[in-house]
């Protein structure tokens, strides 16, 4: 064996591993989802559920390409984003139920996931409202010389909201590490996009001058080596980017939005179950290329499924915040 | 005061040079607002500071106050303290999510974990002939929000002591600053000062009634004490410095001294910052009270352009001291 192959044998090793890791994630976000699911159906947790499902590959392979000190924003559907970005499960239940333990020590919930450790800056329950805050993170970034970068993430919805024009025009001025990551799934809320967007998506990038890119959000190896590009290049000084992820909520927009025949077929939704699911996609490739053991998967899924079952355990026996912590907080 | 060695300045060199110390102490304190750099803003409350500190730390921005704020929160949360320019108080409207709904509550949402230490800069009042979109006093809309402090100079002794403080403080800080007031002039120490938050100041004692007045209104509650000094009558003006944190026992104190209470505040009265005010005194000293409280704010109307009725809209000294007169008649 010469020293290029040997090469590529531990190149080859290391991304299967990569892959294997990017398989764990995404089936951790649709197991913590499906956990949400119960939870929320079993009326043990309040408020409102947004889940993630079927848009894995987004968060997953943007989140891979970035350093744990990297910044990101996220969304009031943001589950996904904050596992991808380090979260751990069992703290993440715990806000969702309101819970002491939980990274907000209960008063965030479900839609304001927030924690410096894992450079998460706030999932977010204003559409478009934390597109500022990842461009003011972007400055910082910039300013203090720490060549980190932020990620943005929002769902196509935030294309009506003018607060982003504003700061895209800012951060191609200014050349600020910013990638604005428009998860389109489709809908804004129980409307279809193309009854509220009009002209091109990425075109309202490109006239600011801003890089634009459009990929297939269900191939996680697609989103991960377009991300690591566009990373790469913020982190090299050379500005912000738009990248347009193409994917799909399995669910309604909310959990009890049951009844989705009035905007969507329920045809449409098993193709995209079917033919487009990010995990089989994966899996599918990593089996095909020889690369992973049918078993080893199945052995991740049934890894992910009792953490997740202790996560939840764990969080319900939680105890929730004492009454005296209602007034803490409000100012630093 | 430390008096040694207080020079005169104007309010606006006062604010200028609370600025400009901070960003020599700091460097992540930087500036963010439409013309904020070589031309120093409209007012020219900002002249030489881009010359001194570059435009690196002084950034010029696109009309986008919204976006510059939202970009403020966000470099807070991340180690810069930036002081955002919204050139006039009206343009706070445009502001109010990253204010209200980001700022105000990325601390208490996070559990405490990220904080946003940033000011607002911005000006109110009215008598500017600029009609009604560039006169409000909205002071109130941000006194009402938890996790917003809110501020209002009155001298430029205070605008310096209170601005440095704000630039130090982790929170969001509005700072109104009255843009007919720039041009008057105070002793300011030479030496390092800051002002506390929540410290209201006795700028006049009085015995006979308590004028609490904000901001623009200061001046013309010393003007109107002294048309009452005249008629034999002592009053007490109190500046709060502060709308939040509001500190409510030197105001009520002084209306258990005096028995006689006036709020005056540039702002609109109803549901406003005399509202809170008269409502702190009168739960904390109704039984001392005289008088109910009067309230005295901006007539409810948008503010008109034309000069005779814009100047029916704000209290003047004439009409301070006469309302204190009609208290002061009262059994």
């Known amino acids: 064996m010469t020293i290029a192959a040997d090469h590529r044998e531990t190149n080859s090793a290391v991304q299967v591993e990569q892959w294997l890791r990017v398989y764990r994630q995404m089936v951790s976000i649709r197991l913590f989802e499906e956990q949400v699911n119960e939870l929320y159906t079993r009326a043990l947790m309040p408020g409102l559920a947004h889940l993630y499902i079927g848009e894995e590959a987004v968060a997953v392979g943007i989140c891979e390409a970035l350093r744990p000190d990297d910044y990101i924003t996220s969304t009031h559907r943001g589950h996904g984003h904050c596992l991808a970005k380090g979260a751990t499960p069992d703290r993440m239940f715990a806000e969702l139920l309101g819970k002491e333990a939980g990274y907000c020590r209960g008063k965030g919930g479900s839609m304001h996931i927030a924690d410096p450790a894992t450079g998460n800056l706030g999932a977010n329950a204003i559409v478009a409202g934390s597109v500022g805050i990842a461009t003011g993170a972007a400055l910082s970034a910039k300013r203090l010389g720490t060549d980190r970068v932020a990620v943005c993430f929002f769902g196509e919805g935030a294309l009506g909201q003018g607060l982003l024009y504003e700061v895209m025009n800012l951060a191609q001025l200014w050349k600020l590490p910013v990638i604005y990551v428009c998860e389109n799934n489709l809908y804004n809320e129980y409307t279809h996009y193309t009854e509220t967007t009009a002209g091109d998506i990425p075109a309202r990038a490109t006239a600011f001058g801003i890089l634009a890119e459009t990929v297939d959000g269900q191939d996680v190896r697609n989103v991960f080596a377009t991300a690591k590009r566009l990373v790469d290049r913020g982190r090299c000084g050379e500005g912000p980017a738009f990248l347009v992820c193409n994917t799909y909520r399995y669910h309604g927009h909310h959990v009890g939005d049951i009844n989705r025949e009035y905007y969507r077929p329920k045809t449409e939704e098993q193709h995209w179950k079917a033919d487009r699911d990010p995990i089989k996609l994966l899996a599918d490739w990593l089996k095909r290329e020889n690369l992973v053991e049918a078993e080893a998967l199945d052995r991740i899924h049934a890894e992910v499924a009792s953490e997740m079952e202790a996560a939840v355990k764990f969080a319900l026996a939680a105890p929730y915040p004492k009454p005296e912590e209602v007034q803490e907080d409000v100012y630093a | ?331």
Not at chain 2, 2 to 11: D, G, H, K, M, V
Not at chain 2, 166 to 174: F, M, S, T, Y
Not at chain 2, 196 to 216: E, L
Request: charged content about 25%; hydrophobic content about 45%.
């Open chain 2, 1 to 331: 005061m430390p008096e040694a060695n207080a020079r005169e300045l104007t309010f606006a060199q006062a604010i200028r040079e609370a600025l400009s110390e901070e960003m020599r102490r700091d460097p992540h304190v930087c500036i963010l607002g439409e013309d904020v750099a070589e031309a120093g803003t409209p007012f020219k409350v900002l002249s030489g500071l881009v010359e001194e500190f570059g435009a690196y730390r002084v950034l010029d921005t696109p009309i986008s106050e919204a976006g510059f704020t939202g970009i403020a929160v966000g470099a807070a949360m991340t180690g810069l303290r930036p002081i955002v320019d919204i050139m006039f108080g009206d343009f706070i409207t445009l502001t109010m999510d990253q204010m209200v709904n980001q700022a105000a509550k990325v601390h208490y949402m996070s559990g405490g974990k990220w904080k946003v230490p940033m000011v607002m800069r911005t000006t109110l009042g009215a008598t500017r002939r600029s009609a009604a979109q560039h006169s409000q006093s909205l002071h109130a809309w941000f006194s009402h929000v938890p996790g917003l402090k809110v501020v209002l100079p009155s001298t430029p002794y205070d605008a310096k002591g209170l601005l440095k403080t704000a630039i130090r403080d982790e929170n969001p800080v509005v700072f109104f600053e009255d843009k007919m007031m720039y041009k008057l002039k105070g002793m300011v120490p030479a030496e390092e000062y800051t002002i506390p938050f929540g410290v209201a100041d006795v700028k006049r004692a009085g015995d006979d009634i308590t004028i609490v007045a904000t901001s623009s209104m200061v001046q013309v509650a010393l003007g109107a004490a002294e048309l009452l000094e005249k008629s034999g009558i002592s009053a007490e003006v109190i500046d709060p410095r502060t709308t939040w944190p509001l500190d409510e026992k030197t105001l009520i104190e002084s209306a258990k001294k005096t028995s006689r209470v006036i709020v005056v505040d540039e702002g609109y009265g109803r549901y406003g910052v005399t509202a809170e005010i008269a409502s702190v005194i009168a739960e904390g000293a109704f039984y001392d009270l005289d008088a109910p409280v009067k309230r005295m704010g901006a007539m409810h109307v948008p503010i008109p352009f034309s000069p005779p009725l814009e100047d029916l809209t704000v209290p003047t000294e004439k009409s301070v001291a006469g309302a204190a007169q009609a208290l002061c008649s009262r059994d």
